[in-house]
């Protein structure tokens, strides 16, 4: 059984002295005698007390509760491998605490990039309706920004630490942002949106806040390094290694499914040589790419001149009319400096050409070089060598 707060056992003790001394007024003033005045007083007396300690063992259970909840939330935090699991954790616990209310984790990415946005499972029926996407490049979040939390009551966006907030200012209703940083280190804020939020829903925001914000920034930082690690510099798109790591999963994942997968190696025709109108070049190339691409599609910047594009799905002639189309593009975009781009491309499926990852791409690569044999900006896909 709970311990009885001391609070609750002095109001007890305080109410029994109340009693006593009403028992000796009503003896000595109504002429009644001091045992049966005694037990009357005495039991209404009791009645409260045993009420306000109902209240109180209530409170004390309801905040062993919490505290135990946020034990637990501490523990999958430090069990969680990954930062995705880590914002869905602290989604979770913060819709838990308020579940008619709308939860989002913000997240500062590269400046290309902008915010990017988890939401909670709850979101048409409050505030967030309002924000649209899974990232906003033009937005900010001054809670991120200033690393202060912000409450926000107006349908202006006007938080009490005051300051617009251009994200905020889409929400109506009132809001509770809750910065995600620690030691220095970023990794986004909370953003919690109802009609109403209680106080007390915010104090446990806030402790919430606290316990992932080391966890969370500890792996956005190292989330960072890896995705620097395996890109370009150049481009931002994944470099050579990753791309291979990449085919080697794509390829062992079309074997499973029995489908097929299309790999297109693009090479600039004639790359400026100029080292800065030759970057120039290959950053608008990059960047055309990831535009033109499926959303599917897997774009990597291969090798000096090379782009490899790795379409899932997709078989031979798939992939030849992908080629077709990115070469087109290519052909049509102006480059301010750097003149006139073109690409010659080569194609190869799995399994129709290759059978391993290595073959694919040795495929690829041999009908990128008949493409630039026959004279450049063309498509050209391989020949199989399986017999059927």
Same mark, same amino acid.
């Given at each position: ?266 090479? =600039?025709?004639?790359? @400026?040589?100029?080292?800065? #109108?030759?970057?120039?070049? %290959? !950053?608008?190339?990059? /960047? *055309?790419?990831? &535009? ?15 782009? =490899?594009?790795?379409? @899932?799905?997709?078989?031979? #002639?798939?992939?030849?009319? %992908? !080629?077709?189309?990115? /070469? *087109?593009?290519? &052909? ?57």
């Amino acid at each position: 059984m709970a311990r009885l707060p001391a609070p609750a056992l002095a109001a007890f003790v305080l109410i029994a002295a109340l009693a006593c001394a009403a028992a000796a007024f009503a003896a000595s003033r109504l002429g009644v005698g001091p045992a049966p005045a005694g037990l009357f007083v005495g039991v209404i007396a009791l009645g409260y007390a045993a009420c306000g300690l109902a209240v109180a063992h209530r409170g004390r259970a309801k905040a062993d509760r919490e505290a135990r909840d946020l034990t637990e939330l501490t523990r999958l935090l430090a069990s969680s491998t990954s930062e995705a699991q880590s914002r869905s954790l602290l989604l979770r616990y913060a819709q838990r605490i308020a579940p008619s209310a709308g939860a989002v984790v913000l997240t500062r990415g590269d400046a290309a990039q902008g915010l990017e946005l988890t939401f909670g499972e709850r979101i048409v029926d409050t505030p967030l309706r309002a924000l649209s996407g899974a990232r906003l490049a033009s937005e900010s979040c001054r809670a991120i920004e200033l690393g202060e939390a912000r409450e926000v009551s107006t349908t202006a966006g006007a938080s009490e630490n005051g300051g617009e907030c251009t994200l905020c200012g889409r929400l109506a209703g009132e809001l509770s942002c809750e910065p995600l940083r620690t030691a220095g280190r970023q990794a986004g804020a909370l953003l919690v949106a109802d009609e109403r939020i209680d106080p007390a829903v915010r104090l446990r925001l806030h402790e919430a806040a606290q316990r992932a914000a080391p966890v969370l920034a500890m792996q956005h930082t190292q989330a960072a390094i890896e995705r620097r690690a395996g890109s370009d510099p150049l481009t931002a798109l994944p470099n050579r290694p990753a791309a291979e790591q990449t085919l080697r999963r794509l390829c062992a994942q079309a074997g499973r499914a029995v489908s097929p997968l299309a790999a297109v190696l693009l090479g =600039l025709d004639q790359p @400026p040589e100029r080292k800065a #109108e030759r970057d120039q070049a %290959l !950053a608008l190339v990059g /960047r *055309r790419l990831t &535009e033109t691409a499926r959303a599917s599609d897997y774009i990597a910047r291969f090798d000096a001149h090379t782009f =490899l594009v790795l379409a @899932p799905d997709t078989d031979r #002639e798939g992939g030849a009319e %992908l !080629a077709e189309k990115l /070469r *087109r593009d290519l &052909e049509l975009l102006a480059a301010s400096s750097t003149g006139r781009l073109t690409a010659s491309l080569g194609v190869a499926a799995l399994p129709m050409d290759a059978l391993v990852p290595d073959d694919l791409l040795r495929q690829a690569d041999h009908a990128l070089a008949v493409a630039r044999a026959l004279g450049g900006n063309r498509v050209q896909t391989a020949e199989s060598t399986i017999a059927p």
